[in-house]
């Protein structure tokens, strides 16, 4: 009989991440763009490089064993349930 594990994984930070995001995004100067469009982009840009650094690996390595949901928090408007 297989058991299947719940597990709660909280990231936190991920302000952090988008902040850097929202840096690397002002820095480059081919860039440009209003700011409701740069937010939309640096919003998406944050979203797949959480998904790629944080997530992927997390659920490779535990496919199959257990049942997984996480959060990822930050301060202000950056908080999300997924």
Known sequence: MTTI???IVVFTQYDRLVS????EVLDDSELRMEDDEMEVYIK???????EELCVAPFKA???????????????????SVL
């Open 20 to 23: 850097k995001i929202e840096q």
């Open 61 to 79: 390595a535990t496919e199959g064993s257990v049942l997984v949901h996480y959060v990822k928090v930050s301060s202000e408007f950056h908080q």
């Open 44 to 50: 998406a840009k944050a979203d797949a490089t959480f």
């Open 5 to 7: 594990v719940p597990i």
